[in-house]
């Protein structure tokens, strides 16, 4: 009985200094209001509707350049997504706000790139309404290029304001890495579509 005491007050022990050192470890780390947070949640939320609609494109169209384009943009956006899901689950954080998006982007209204925004689903800046989304799954061909091509670039535009703002309140350097990679990337892509779309006779 004795032996069993030491043993129990051991654990207890042992499982209290490992609690003291998480806290330890996490009092440095980002809240749940914190804005890191919200960016990793939020850009999370959004690169899912640009891998969505890349998807779809590649389903309503045979052009090459296009498909190659959403290819990338699938790759390099889910890989993203995981290394923001990874942050919060290292800061031991939820994956959703029960507060709503976009509280940790101070100034933000409603998304400006994207008619409609703030209603019919466009709720962060640049996502496409679901009645853009439900127009681009019907098109086809050409219609299906060019509304892709318009779609992603306001989508991108937005993406890049998200990530510049993340740059302005925060610190962390891994926090700041990947929105820099954002930026770069992004404005790349933009000046890419917007070559595409003249090489269709459209514009952005």
Do not use: C
């Amino acid at each position: 009985m004795r032996r069993a005491a030491v043993a129990l007050a051991a654990l207890v022990l042992l499982a209290a200094a490992v609690l003291t050192v998480l806290a330890a470890k996490r009092s440095g780390e980002p809240g749940t209001d914190s804005p890191e947070a919200g960016f990793a949640r939020d850009m999370s939320a959004h690169h899912a509707q640009a891998v969505r609609m890349s998807f779809i494109v590649r389903e309503r169209t045979r052009d090459e350049p296009v498909r190659l384009l959403a290819y990338d943009i699938i790759t390099a956006q889910q890989a993203q997504i995981g290394m923001m899901t990874a942050w919060l689950d290292d800061w031991g954080l939820p994956k959703t706000d029960p507060g709503g998006r976009m509280r940790w982007m101070s100034g933000h209204h409603g998304g400006a790139h994207a008619p409609g925004s703030g209603a019919d689903g466009a709720v962060m800046p640049g996502m496409a309404t679901r009645t853009r989304l439900r127009e681009l799954e019907r098109a086809s061909g050409r219609d299906a290029e060019i509304r892709y091509l318009r779609l992603m670039i306001a989508h991108h535009r937005g993406g890049v304001d998200m990530a510049r703002a993340v740059l302005a309140r925060t610190d962390r350097p891994e926090v700041r890495r990947l929105a820099r990679t954002m930026v770069d990337g992004q404005q790349s892509e933009i000046a890419l579509m917007n070559r595409m779309l003249a090489e269709r006779g459209a514009s952005a």
